[in-house]
């Protein structure tokens, strides 16, 4: 059975800078021009004060790992060529949290709060992935 290709996210209009950013390898995210929040994923108005006045600002790309898992069994799926793999939610030092995968990972000891830094991997013409890997 020839396994499936990987998923490639659903782009709302709103989100479309975020992955224009990442194919320039920035981690772009949005800041609230109103209270000054950073808000991540990427929204049409402000979570905490529902202004629609937000602008698109670049993270440092460092965070440290908030909660991960480390897969290392899974069904035939796009992703069995990549086991063991890890998921995990990066806290940005914005303050906002990220789903992403950690990569580089295999001579380090995984633990939270540890400090990560972005890396961008590219997945096809259209989409390029930020992941994290370990400081
Ligand atoms: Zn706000």
Redesign the pocket.
């Given at each position: 059975m020839e396994n499936p290709n990987k998923p490639t996210p659903v782009v709302n209009e709103w989100a479309r800078p975020f992955w224009e950013g990442t194919r320039q390898h920035k981690l772009l995210i949005q800041q609230?021009k109103?209270?000054?929040?950073y808000i991540f994923y990427p929204r049409m108005c402000?979570p905490?004060?529902?202004?629609q006045d937000?602008a698109w600002v670049e993270s440092s790309g460092r965070g440290t790992l908030y909660s991960f898992t480390i897969v290392e069994n899974n069904p035939p799926s796009a992703f069995l060529q990549d086991l063991p793999y890890v998921v995990a939610i990066v806290k940005l030092e914005e303050g906002v949290q990220m789903l992403t995968n950690i990569v580089d990972w295999q001579s380090t000891t995984l633990r939270c709060d540890m400090p990560v830094v972005v890396t961008f991997e590219k997945l096809n013409e259209e989409f390029t992935l930020p992941k994290f890997r370990p400081v």
């Open positions: 609230c109103e209270c000054g929040a402000c905490e004060c529902f202004s937000i």
